[in-house]
């Protein structure tokens, strides 16, 4: 099992930015890939960045160049520094980490989420 809890959300005016921090317990030493997605109003959740155990990254189109995910496995954390920020960043961000294959699965985990408002 994987417990993750998010942080670092909040209000900020476009052009701005923001931190957030996703900390892993639990059995945190088997995550594989782990990263963030986001959902707004309406819309259904989409894959923001993710990180691998070996540091290789994958970005949605709609944040390359302004968003940077890492990665502290002493930590057990991930970040993502998110810069430029515009309103139609504005969603529910969620820690989601990824484990295995045991005996060809994966699990999957989520945290709650962090709320992330841009205005204009």
């Known amino acids: 099992q994987v417990q993750l809890r998010e942080s670092g959300g909040g209000l900020v005016q476009a052009g701005g930015s923001l931190r957030l921090s996703c900390a892993a317990s639990?059995?945190?030493?088997?995550?594989?890939?782990i990263g963030w997605y986001r959902q707004a109003p309406g819309k259904q959740r989409e894959l923001v960045a993710v990180i691998s155990s070996g540091g290789n990254t994958n970005y949605a189109d709609s944040v390359k160049g302004r968003f940077t995910i890492s990665r502290d496995n002493v930590k057990n954390m991930v970040y993502l520094q998110m810069n430029t920020l515009k309103p139609e960043d504005t969603a529910a961000y969620y820690c989601?980490?990824?484990?295995?294959?045991?005996?060809?699965?994966?699990?999957?985990?989520w945290g709650q989420g962090t709320q992330v408002i841009v205005s204009s």
């Open positions: 989601k980490a990824r484990t295995g294959p045991v005996s060809g699965l994966y699990y999957d985990y």
């Open positions: 639990g059995s945190a030493f088997s995550i594989n890939v």
